[in-house]
């Protein structure tokens, strides 16, 4: 079957993959929430062998797609489904679990708030002590104007469906901190997104 693609994903996928390895140990198991074409499952699984990734999405259409883009890779485990406001996301005993960073990129701001809260609260729950939410996408900022591209994605992105849209890093930040989470950095990234790092103590 002809896999799904995003440009968006193509393009991203160097600068994702730097920040990562300059912050990631090079053996540790990941999971990727939200992963969607597996376009970035593959590039980073491909780039560190020792990365056990764990990918997953909430539309179960994907994850076959997620495989398929995947197979050969002996690193990548088999996609799963995942929804951010349905834990546990993955059974406690699962073989991948617990895992030393979860990767999410470009979804906050196509989900409703909620998905904010059950992210964090899901994230904590399943990292090791220590470990890295890595999060990655555009970002209001206080104190720092939103660059004109950004606020026409916006207002699009409300126009599909009025509960998305460009979330309030401060926003973010009290949720995770909430779920015990401790901001780290903020990394500024190509085309006015950010890479956004908390450690679970």
């Known amino acids: 079957m002809s896999l799904p693609f995003s440009p968006a994903a193509e393009r991203n996928q160097d600068a994702i993959l730097e920040a990562l390895a300059r912050r990631l140990p090079a053996a540790l198991n990941v999971l990727e929430v939200a992963s969607g074409t597996g376009q970035h499952a593959f590039h980073f699984a491909s780039a560190y062998p020792a990365w056990r990734w764990q990918p997953t999405d909430t539309d179960s259409s994907l994850l076959r797609a997620i495989d398929e ?63 890295l939410l890595i999060l990655y996408g555009p970002y209001r900022r206080d104190g720092v104007p939103t660059a004109p591209g950004n606020e026409a994605f916006d207002a699009d992105l409300k126009a599909r469906d009025p509960q998305w849209g460009l979330r309030s890093l401060t926003a973010v930040e009290r949720e995770a901190a909430t779920a015990g989470l401790a901001l780290q950095e903020v990394l500024e990234m190509p085309a006015n997104n950010l890479l956004v790092v908390f450690r679970k103590p």
């Open 69 to 131: 883009r995947c197979a050969g890779l002996p690193n990548v485990l088999p996609a799963r489904a995942l929804d951010v406001h349905r834990p546990p996301w993955l059974p406690v005993t699962d073989k991948a679990a617990p895992f030393g960073a979860v990767v999410c990129a470009n979804l906050l701001h196509i989900a409703p708030w909620s998905a904010c809260p059950a992210l964090m609260q899901g994230a904590a729950a399943h990292l090791d002590a220590g470990g």
